[in-house]
């Protein structure tokens, strides 16, 4: 892109936006001018994150809502909550996210569901919340943060990578669905990122994806002209570590 989308005033929700891509991405719409929601289940990250916000210039343009997406009232809340504080609603960024890694024959149920219910259901709930709210600004933007595993399956990433793949298709879907309401749908699927989602060890991690570079693709398709819509944004270490 040329130059940095400027999002004065436009509301924006951020789910998971209290650490690794969330809150990078958090950041990125605040610097141009948005007006930002950060939700999470974690009082505590939530509290640190919002502090790092306002103080980096966010003020009184952030707004921090503690919750579960995969809880339905949770999701219904929080748009209450954005409405309330900020009169709309223009951009939604689903980026909440589980990653539980086992074997088929390891998992519990309890991981599986844990898995869809954020990764798949929460992205609903928060989806079909938003959409009214969405249309009564004339339009808007909703993207999801999804995963290359949705479309590269890994061994012991199986739930995980399924319901990644199952947002892929919930996102083509809603993309039909809405885009005559000006409402412009994508999904953003990163490769590795060097966060400390899953548990995974970042020590000789040099190589994989920041956080910033995710925000970054996110902020840059908000810029794309209004008869424009890059539906999927694959992005990858450049350069990965050689096995």
């Given at each position: 892109?040329?130059?940095?989308?400027?999002?004065?005033?436009?509301?924006?929700?951020v789910?998971?936006?209290s650490?690794?891509i969330?809150?990078?991405?958090?950041?990125?719409l605040?610097?141009?001018?948005?007006?930002?929601v950060?939700?999470?289940r974690?009082?505590?990250?939530?509290?640190?994150?919002?502090?790092?916000?306002?103080?980096?210039?966010?003020?009184?343009?952030?707004l921090?809502?503690?919750?579960?997406?995969?809880?339905e009232?949770?999701?219904?809340?929080?748009?209450?909550?954005?409405v309330?504080?900020?009169?709309?609603?223009?951009?939604?960024?689903?980026?909440a996210g589980?990653?539980?890694?086992?074997?088929?024959a390891?998992?519990?149920?309890?991981?599986?569901r844990?898995?869809f219910?954020t990764?798949?259901?929460?992205?609903?709930?928060?989806?079909?919340?938003?959409i009214?709210?969405?249309?009564?600004?004339?339009?808007?933007w909703?993207i999801?943060?999804s995963?290359l595993?949705?479309s590269?399956?890994?061994a012991?990433?199986?739930?995980?990578?399924?319901?990644?793949?199952?947002?892929?298709?919930?996102?083509?879907?809603l993309?039909?669905?809405?885009?005559?309401?000006?409402i412009?749908?994508?999904t953003?699927?990163?490769?590795?990122?060097?966060t400390?989602?899953?548990g995974h060890?970042?020590?000789?991690?040099?190589?994989?994806?920041q956080?910033?570079?995710?925000?970054?693709?996110?902020?840059?398709?908000?810029?794309?002209?209004a008869?424009?819509l890059?539906?999927?944004?694959?992005?990858r270490?450049?350069?990965?570590?050689?096995?």
């Amino acid at each position: 892109m040329t130059s940095a989308p400027q999002l004065d005033g436009r509301v924006a929700i951020v789910t998971g936006g209290s650490r690794g891509i969330g809150f990078a991405t958090a950041a990125a719409l605040l610097g141009r001018g948005a007006r930002v929601v950060i939700h999470g289940r974690s009082a505590e990250h939530l509290t640190a994150a919002t502090a790092r916000l306002q103080g980096g210039q966010g003020g009184d343009r952030v707004l921090a809502v503690q919750g579960d997406v995969a809880q339905e009232a949770d999701a219904e809340r929080l748009l209450t909550e954005t409405v309330a504080k900020f009169g709309g609603l223009d951009i939604l960024i689903n980026n909440a996210g589980v990653g539980r890694f086992s074997n088929v024959a390891d998992m519990s149920t309890e991981a599986w569901r844990s898995i869809f219910d954020t990764n798949l259901t929460g992205v609903f709930f928060t989806t079909r919340a938003a959409i009214p709210h969405l249309k009564r600004r004339g339009g808007g933007w909703i993207i999801n943060v999804s995963s290359l595993a949705g479309s590269n399956p890994f061994a012991g990433a199986a739930a995980y990578c399924a319901s990644k793949a199952g947002l892929n298709a919930f996102t083509e879907a809603l993309l039909a669905e809405v885009r005559y309401d000006n409402i412009r749908v994508s999904t953003v699927a990163p490769g590795s990122v060097q966060t400390n989602f899953g548990g995974h060890e970042q020590a000789g991690a040099d190589w994989k994806l920041q956080a910033d570079d995710v925000a970054e693709v996110i902020t840059d398709l908000l810029a794309h002209p209004a008869r424009s819509l890059p539906s999927r944004v694959e992005l990858r270490p450049s350069r990965p570590k050689q096995r």
